[in-house]
Nanobody, 119 residues
């Protein structure tokens, strides 16, 4: 079964850190780009970070650049999002997603994990 399972969300105070995990199964993880997205209440979904294992490139949105780090472990088919210096504005449901290198759209989505940052 093709699956992405996100975990690691929680409640943290401003300035704190969390690490989200995204466990992949049922597809060749090494042939896919992995992205992290978030959606806050009444706001559009936002792409925050992406890792393309094909060429090793990463992307970060301006809102998280220098605070968040995306990584992946091909051996365990797991992607991570290390989030430091968290701010209340980072409060959202976080999703991981995958797209094959040949695709432009993310077609595989995991369930969300809630991140809440208190002020």
């Amino acid at each position: 079964e093709v699956q992405l399972q996100a975990s690691g969300g929680g409640f943290v105070e401003t300035g704190g850190s969390l690490r989200l995990s995204c466990a992949a199964s049922g597809f060749p993880f090494a042939h896919y780009a992995i992205g992290w997205f978030r959606q806050a209440p009444e706001k559009a979904r936002e792409g925050v970070a992406c890792f393309n294992s094909g060429d090793g490139t990463t992307y970060y949105s301006d809102s998280v650049k220098s605070r968040f780090t995306i990584s992946h472990d091909v051996a365990s088919d797991t992607a991570y999002l290390q989030m430091n210096s968290l701010e209340p504005e980072d409060t959202a449901v976080y999703f991981c997603a995958a797209r094959h290198f040949s695709q432009s759209e993310y077609t595989l989505w995991g369930q969300g994990t809630q991140v809440t940052v208190s002020s």
